[in-house]
């Protein structure tokens, strides 16, 4: 999955920014605006000060001027500009003096200058003043962009994160209810009632497969009971040669083994907590020495050098289905895959593991084995590529750990820890 920030916060960040964007774009044409129209104010006012100024010299009056204005002019000697303003332009202009800044506004009549200072510091206190108050109000519409983004991102958020925690607590509780009746009819409520048909869907073939499952285990039962029974009731008729009676003795340890692979499935379609009672427990030594009975004699026959090491006793009982399988089926692999050397089943307080010479598995396959369907490199014979990956479900179902580790000189180690998780 991509590291994305959360939608909620996605949300207040294009609040944030798109208000940044307007009040930004304000504040620059309320500076710009501000500044043009000062211009137009500033000349209009110092034009006719600087008329009536002038009206007043000619009639001998003294000019009416403010305390920041000064008039020079060059036809009355006490009034002659500085040369700093003597050298300005027809009309409005900025001037800086010093550390000062002046406006001067030019007018000639009778081939005499005329000429009208004020200083600035006035208007650009109340510029400055302006300018506060614009980045006082882009700063509190950024703050009022945020809390406003939080509270909606919320509001917009709030019926998706409860349709998130209603499918997650509804789908593992197998709830029944329609999700989309508490919402309305909007994009989350389409969601809804989306996420509905899937759940619907899924339990519908959940329940399938468990029936299929559940349907398919129980019928097989009774014929191979009916196998097993008559062989039994055949073994103990006379007549037969040892040949034949080695043969029905086949029959009838496959007739069981397949009656215990049907009770592993039967158990393995059902939830965890059906399994907890009613189901027989065994220990590791006793299931272990089971199994022994059985597959002794066939690494004998394959001249295989099978041995049993019980490093220290283990104390726990487990459900005896499930644990037969893992060990009858990591023997199995175990006698399949060694063609020469020896086998070697470990116990130890808290699990088991099964050490062959055979050809051993690639590093980069372990995970690989323990999939449905897998072969490994090494595939003989007429395998599915079933028997690992029932060994791991079962070992996920009971909480047991499993790994495959390599040999030692060669060959591989499988390995079941019952505390693994
Ligand atoms: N002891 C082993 N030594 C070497 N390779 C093994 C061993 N056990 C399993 N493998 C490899 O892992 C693959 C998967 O094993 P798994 O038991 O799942 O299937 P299978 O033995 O091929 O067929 P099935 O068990 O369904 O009859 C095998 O095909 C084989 O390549
Ligand atoms: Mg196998």
């Known amino acids: 999955m991509k590291a994305k920030q959360p939608l909620r916060q996605r949300i207040v960040i294009a609040f944030v920014l798109m208000t940044l964007l307007i ?10 605006i501000v500044y043009l129209v000062e211009e137009h104010l500033v000349t209009e006012e110092m034009h006719s000060r600087l008329q009536a100024a002038m009206d ?5 009056r003294a000019p009416a001027l403010d305390s920041d204005q000064q008039l020079f002019t060059d036809s009355t000697p006490q009034l002659l500009p500085p040369l700093e303003f003597a050298r300005v332009g027809k009309g409005f202009s900025e001037v800086v003096s010093g550390e000062q800044a002046f406006y001067a506004y030019k007018i000639n009549r009778d081939g005499f200058a005329y000429i009208l200072v004020e200083d600035q510091q006035e208007f650009e206190a109340r510029e400055q003043l302006l300018f506060d108050g614009v980045l006082i109000g882009f700063v509190a519409s950024l703050l009022i962009a945020w809390i406003l983004g939080e509270l909606v991102a919320k509001r917009v958020m709030q019926p998706v994160v409860s349709l998130a925690d209603e499918v997650r607590t509804g789908s593992t509780a197998g709830g029944k209810e329609r999700l989309a009746k508490d919402y309305a009819d909007d994009e989350v409520g389409r ?26 285990s129980h019928e097989l039962r009774t014929p191979l009971m009916v196998i097993g029974t008559s062989c039994e009731l ?12 080695a043969q029905l003795e086949r029959i009838r340890r496959a007739s069981e083994d397949m009656l215990e692979l049907v009770k592993t499935l039967l158990l393995l379609a059902r939830e965890r907590s059906d399994n907890d009672g009613g189901h027989s427990l065994v220990s590791l030594a006793a299931a272990v020495g089971e ?3 059985i597959w002794s004699a066939q690494f004998t026959a394959r001249g295989i050098d099978y041995r049993c090491v019980v490093e220290s006793p283990d104390p ?57 369907f897998q072969r490994g490199s090494h595939a003989r014979g007429e395998g599915l590529g079933l ?33 693994a998780k």
């Open 23 to 32: 009040s930004a774009g304000f504040s620059i044409g309320i500076v710009q």
């Open 56 to 60: 007043a010299l000619g009639t001998g």
């Open 191 to 216: 969601l809804a009632a989306a996420f509905d048909d899937t759940l619907e869907q899924l339990g519908r073939s959940l329940e399938r497969e468990k029936l299929f499952i559940g349907d398919v």
């Open 234 to 245: 055949l073994a103990g008729s006379h007549g037969l040669d040892a040949k034949q009676r």
């Open 291 to 293: 199994q022994n009975a």
């Open 316 to 372: 726990g009982q487990y459900q005896s289905t499930f644990l037969r399988t893992v060990i009858s089926n990591l023997l199995r692999n175990a006698l399949h895959y060694t063609d020469q050397g020896g086998v070697r089943l470990v116990l130890y307080r808290g699990g088991f593991r099964v050490e062959d010479t055979g050809p051993g598995i690639a590093p980069e396959q372990y995970a690989h084995v323990f999939r449905p």
């Open 387 to 419: 028997g690992l990956s029932l060994v791991k479900r079962i070992c996920e179902h009971q909480g047991w750990g499993i790994r495959v580790l390599p040999g030692e000189p060669r060959g591989c180690v499988f390995q079941v820890d019952f505390s």
